[in-house]
């Protein structure tokens, strides 16, 4: 189950150790490339991270970029379950061993714990596939062996353009199609492009629903993320039902979003709630800027005012700093950019070296990353599964405590990663 976040302390800024390491290639928000030198931490050698795109920034804190590389020697073995799914976005495992993923275009499939790939299930409302819309992200009710209910996000086509939306369906008995499909939450104010969607879902412990979006890119639109009265570039909490739980920090409110649970973020494609029930993201970034943020509610932060790295073009971000009063700094960030999609926190048994690990998808670094976390703080970073050179878009835990990835490409694949027998 997808599933939040604690205030994050006042930071000294402290100067780092200059260290070179050798470039290889990056990308960010679905593979964009970028290089520059970072600072590092003087007691430890980060991984062969890349030069930095903006080398005269420096980090708000001791290790929250280019943290110590680690090495877990974990052994374990990468099978391929099923392939030919064309851009799966999404994997959801189902009660007894089978998947439920979503492929970009606008497909629903279960595929089975044998590998083999289902006729796509009927149902679905239309979505906008194209750049970066579709068919996205799915999750499944917090009772879903009683009531069957999963939950979807996507591009919705809309008069005047398009937008993300979270709709919920009860899955039929033959798992062929969903009924009883709404549509319980609309992002606005609806736009006409093809990217920065989000979106994640994530369930909390309450059984509230977190759902991330991302601001539409353009220049112009970037201002929604600092704004209030719409839901771009923002996280937020709703009721399984799409309703607006009355403790969300903008509930009530003429001038906001009551659905708002946190806001000025710029592309969020990956999403976990931790064993301590709260919730965190990692966000897409400019060249140079991934983040991740551990979210606490009613929070800023900062984008576009305060960010890391720089734009596509080479040039500064016009309008940041990368420390601003009034918004929050990222638990850790990547200059250059992994380009990160979906999130994983690791509570199972399977691997116990791995346990209390965060796990995070690279497309344009093609791997996938381990992060270890202590006092939410990122002590070290690990890169897994960099033989495979493939875009890792989501990771999940199954049952049986084993990681299941589906791989971004017009012939995606469906891995699982279990101990080596």
Known sequence: MRTQTVAITALLALNMGAACSKPIDTG?????????????????????????????????????????????????????????????????????????????????????????????????????????????????????ASDRTIFWSYSEPRSGGNGTSVARGVLSADRRRVEQVQVIFRALPTYANSMHFGSRLAFAPDGKLFVTTGERSDTPMRQHAQRLDGHLGKTMRINPDGSVPSDNPFAGRTDARGEIWSYGHRNVQAAAVDAQGRFWVIEHGTRGGDEVNLIQKGKNYGWPIQAYGEEYSGQPIASATTQREGTEQPVYYWDPVIAPSGAQWYTGDAFPAWKGSLFVGALGQQRLVRLEVRDDRVTGEEHLLTDRRQRIRDVRQGPDGFLYLVTDSPTGELLRVSPRR
Do not use: K, M, Y
């Open 28 to 144: 960010a928000d679905d593979g964009a490339t970028g290089a520059g030198t970072g600072t590092v931490p003087t007691n430890c050698t980060p991984l062969a991270a890349g030069t930095a795109n903006a080398p005269d920034q420096r980090p708000a804190f001791t290790g929250q970029t280019r943290a110590c590389g680690v090495a877990s020697n974990v052994a374990h073995d990468v099978t391929v379950v099923a392939r030919g799914l064309e851009h799966p976005w999404a994997v959801e495992p189902l009660p007894g061993g089978d998947f439920l993923v979503t492929e970009r275009p606008g497909r629903l499939r279960i595929v089975s714990a044998a590998g083999v790939v289902g006729e796509p299930i009927a149902g679905l409302p239309p979505v906008a596939a194209g750049g970066q819309g579709g068919l996205l992200d799915a999750a499944l009710s917090p009772s879903f």
